[in-house]
Every structure is written in C-alpha cells, then in structure tokens.
C-alpha cells in the first residue's frame, strides 16, 4: 500500500473536512471553551483505537517513558495518545500520520491544551518518515498496521529512527484465524484497501529488521468488555455526546464497528499487542 494511488485512497478513507469546527462544537456542548478544554475532555474523540485511554495507558506504561524520551507517533491520527504521553511523562512526541486533516486538526488541538511545545505531528507515510537516523529513543503505533501491506518495510523505517536498545510497541488489529471479515471496518471500506496481518506476520517483519520480540498479548477479551461497556451506556433515547467517534467517523460508524465486533466475536480478528526492542 505504498504506492501513491493507495495512499491517496487511504487518506480519503480517514478525511473529514471541518473536523476541527466539529470537534469545537463539542467542546461548547460540553460547557467548555478552547482556553479550557483539557486532553481528558479530548479523549473521546482523540483516543482512535480499541479501548481508548485505558488502552493507551496500559501500553505506555509498558514503555518506560520519561521526561528525557524524544517518543514516536506512528500514524498518529488527531495526536489524542501523544498528547497524553507528553502530558503525562513531561517528553517530547512527535506524530506522523498520512491524513492532512488528522494532522492540522490534531496540531490545533495541542495549541488549545497548551502542547504544541513538545508534541509536533507531521504528514508523512510511515514508510518513509522526516527523520534523521537514531532520532527517537521509543516509538509506538496504535492500529495502523492494518493499512500497510509492507510490513516488513514499515518495521525497518522504525528501526532506522529508533536509538539501539529503544522499544517499539504495537497495537494492531490482527488475524488470528480463517474466516470471512465483513467489511466496511474503521480502517478499511473493502477487502482490497485492508491489510490485516496475523501476529507471526508481524513477529517476523520486526526479527528481520533487528528487534528482539519481548512480549504478546492478545486482547480480545478487553475489547469485547469495552465494546460492551460502549453499548450498555448507550441510549437510543439521548443525543449523542458531545464529542465521539461519530465526530470522526459520522454515520459510517455504525456498520463499521458492527462489523468489528462480530469478528472479533467470533475470533477472527483481535486488537493484539507487541513490544519488541531494537538490537543494540
């Protein structure tokens, strides 16, 4: 998925224009103003993946993060975990991801909560990232690699940025059996546009270019509960929130995520974690 035309198509499966008046929107609903606004009231709508903050916190807390880590972003989407990550560890994060409306949104988002000094997120692909060799001393990606069909590739570009001894921790959607995945997905309108990968698949892109695999885990088990949690506090009674993935994803969201449960359900896919070191 590395050539322009699969690009472009990527990045206008994610667009959304007037992204950042949508979410400022929300921001006045819930009673706030953007002097105001906090990454916590954020998160919503910022946190793009299975699990959301509790997921992102879970695997940062893996990481070993400190004030002194210059941290990667990869596909960082509106920036909800690198802010978050800075915020929290008081580093430095910078970002990449493909969609030109995830990036100026998610730059205008760290100007509000009072970032933008040590969060940048850039518009790259992950196969060719802005930056120079041994740059990053961590680096992480939440759900990206469902988009790239060359993982190996990606793997290598994170090594080149990455100091030896740095870890890399993943959390993708990965496939974990045979079987029919139904589509649309968050990630993927059709089959052709998705790359889901299993996690030996992974496990071997990241030994063949230099990392050490450290740890697995399989998460089925968290998003079924977090998906659940999701609809017993939904009412078809009341307007939706005030900010959400419906602000990203409008009414696409619903056969989108449908369609991810029942296979997640049914085990053919799972949100997977991987933390894998870089040779020294």
Same mark, same amino acid.
């Given at each position: ?52 903050? /509790?997921?992102?916190? $879970?695997?940062?807390?893996? =990481?070993?993060?400190? !004030?002194?880590?210059? #941290?990667? @972003? &990869? ?77 190996? /590739?990606?793997?290598? $570009?994170?090594?080149?940025? =990455?100091?030896?001894? !740095?870890?890399?921790? #993943?959390? @993708? &959607? ?77 009414? /696409? ?18 949100? &997977? ?8």
């Amino acid at each position: 998925m590395d050539k322009t035309s699969d690009r472009s198509n990527l990045s206008d499966h994610y667009a959304r224009s007037g992204l950042i008046d949508a979410i400022e929107n929300g921001v006045v609903r819930m009673g706030k103003a953007i002097d105001t606004v906090t990454i916590d009231d954020l998160a919503a709508v910022d946190e793009f993946h299975i699990g959301g903050r /509790r997921a992102t916190e $879970e695997l940062m807390e893996q =990481l070993g993060i400190d !004030a002194s880590d210059h #941290v990667l @972003d &990869v596909g960082c989407g509106l920036g909800g975990p690198a802010r978050f990550v800075a915020d929290r560890y008081q580093c430095r994060v910078s970002g990449v991801d493909l969609t030109l409306d995830y990036v100026a949104t998610g730059n205008r988002l760290c100007e509000w909560v009072g970032l933008n000094d040590r969060v940048k997120l850039y518009q790259s692909t992950a196969l060719s990232l802005p930056f120079q060799q041994w740059n990053f001393s961590a680096a992480y990606m939440l759900h990206v690699g469902m988009n790239i069909e060359d993982k190996e /590739r990606l793997c290598l $570009e994170v090594a080149r940025v =990455l100091r030896p001894g !740095a870890l890399f921790a #993943v959390y @993708d &959607v990965m496939r974990m059996a045979d079987g029919e995945v139904s589509y649309p997905l968050p990630w993927a309108t059709t089959r052709e546009s998705s790359a889901l990968g299993s996690p030996q698949c992974y496990r071997r892109a990241l030994e063949h270019t230099g990392f050490e695999i450290l740890s697995e885990r399989n998460r089925r088990d968290f998003a079924l509960a977090y998906f659940e949690g999701l609809r017993s506090r939904a009412s078809p009674a009341t307007d939706p929130a005030p900010l959400g993935l419906h602000t990203l994803m409008g009414d /696409r969201r619903q056969d989108q995520i449908k369609n991810m449960i029942a296979s997640i359900s049914k085990g053919v896919i799972a949100p &997977v974690e991987l933390f894998a070191r870089k040779a020294r």
